[in-house]
C-alpha cells in the first residue's frame, strides 16, 4: 500500500495515547509512506512499525535535513523503514567548511537529532539514505541498536565519498553506544565520531558487535573523543569498491581509524578482512589499549591498489603526543608495507603476531607498488616494527617495550626491526622478538 496522504493526516488516525504518565506512541500502516517535507518528532514519542512493515520513503521533491527530525527527549524509533531515495536526491559535494559541524550542512538525512537526551533507535532498517543514516549532534544518552544501513551515501564532483551513508555522532556527543547492527554497501564511514577541533569532545561510548561489509571509507573512525570501547566488531571489504575511494583528499581506507585527541579509549578483539587499506590508525590516540585484534588479508600486494601499513602512529593533531599505548595480542596476516609502525614513548608493543609481512616487497619493487618512504628512511615501509622519530612533529622512539612479538615475511630476517635515523635502540627495551 502506498499513502499518499499528507503525513499529519496519515499518522493523525494511528496515534494511540496509552493511559497514565508514559511516552505518546504512534504506530504507523503497514506500506509505503511518502515524505515530501522533514517530519518533525518532540520528545516523548515513540514511533512504532507495522507488523506487516512500515516504509518512510523521501519522495523526489523531497526537501529537508532528515526524514525525521528529533526534537526533546526521550524519543524511540522502534521496528519500520527509513529510504532515502538516494538515485533522486543525492547531491554531489564535498566535506563542510572546517568551522561548521555536518548537521548545519548535509542534508537528506534519514534521522537528524541535536541537542536532545534518551534517543533510542532499535531494529530500524535504513537504506538509500543520501546523507547520514543517523546524524547525532550534541547529544547525551544515545542508544542505537540492531538497525541496518544498507546502500547509502554520496559521492563529490569527482565521483568518490564524500564520507556520508553511515551513523554519525558529533559535537561533543556524550553517553552513546552503536550495537549489534549491519553496515553494508557504505560508501562513507561506517559508524564515525567527529567534532569541530574546537568543539567538545565525543566521551563514553561503546561501538560493539557490529558487522561492515564493502565499507568505501572507514569501516569504523573515533574522532576527537575520550573513554571509548571499540569491541568484537567484524568487518569485511574495507576500502571497496576502489573507484568510491577519496585518494584525492587521501582518505586511505582504515578498519579502525583514529582523528583528534583521542585518550582512554580501547581497540579490543575487533576482526576485519581484506582491507585496502590500513587495519588500524592511531592518529591523536594517547593512553589507550590496541588488544587482541585481528587483519587478514590474501597475501597478494597486487589485490590492494590503497594497501598500507598494518597499525600505524600518526600524529596530526598539534594538541597530542603519541604516548602510552598499549598495542598486545594483535593479529596482522598480510600487509603491504611495514607491519606496525610507532613513535613516541611508554608504548607496549608484544604478543602481536606479524605474518605476511611487506607483500609488496620493498623497496626493490617501488615503481609498481607505491613503495615511496620518507626522505632518509628507508626502512619505513618493510620493516616488521618500525621506530620512527615522528611525522609532522619530533616524536622520536624512546622508553617503549618492543617484546615477544612474532614477524615473517619478505625480509624479515634481515629487518624485523627498525629505526629511523637518530632514534636509538639502546632507548628502548627490545628483546624476544622472533623473525624469519
Known sequence: MRLLLPLAIVVAAWILLLPGPGPRVITLPAGVIELHYEWTLSGGVEVRGAAAGTVLRASADFDGRALLVVHGAGVTLRGFTIDGNRAALERRSGLPPSDKPFSEFTRSNGVLATGVSGLRIENVAFRNIAGFAVLVSRARNIHID??????????????????????????????????RSLFQDIRGNGVWTHSLFTSPRNQDGWIAFNRFNNVARDAIQVGHATRIRVESNEGTRIGYPAEEV?????????????????DDTSYTRNRFTEIDGKCIDLDGFHDGDVLENACVNTPDARLYPYGNIGILFNDSNPHTRSNRIRVIGNLLDGVKYTGIFLFGTGHTIAHNRLLN????????????????YPQGESDALQT????????????????????????????????????????QPAANTIANNRCR
Do not use: K
Open 246 to 262: 577519496d585518494i584525492e583528499s587521501q582518505a586511505y581506507p582504515v578498519a579502525i581509524d583514529t582523528a583528534g585527541d583521542v
Open 384 to 423: 616488521g616494527i618500525y621506530l620512527g622519530r615522528g611525522i609532522l612533529w619530533p616524536e622520536p622512539a624512546r622508553g617503549n617495550v618492543i617484546e615477544d612479538n612474532e614477524v615473517t615475511g619478505y625480509g624479515m630476517q634481515r629487518r624485523c626491526i627498525g629505526f629511523a635515523p637518530g632514534v
Open 146 to 179: 540492531q538497525v541496518s544501513v544498507t546502500a547509502s551515501g554520496s559521492r563529490n564532483p569527482l565521483g568518490r565519498n564524500n564520507s556520508t551513508g553511515g551513523i554519525l555522532l558529533e559535537e561533543g556527543t556524550t553517553r552513546f553506544r552503536v550495537t
Open 357 to 372: 609481512v611487506n607483500l609488496a616487497h620493498c623497496n626493490e619493487e617501488a615503481a609498481e607498488f607505491g613503495c615511496y
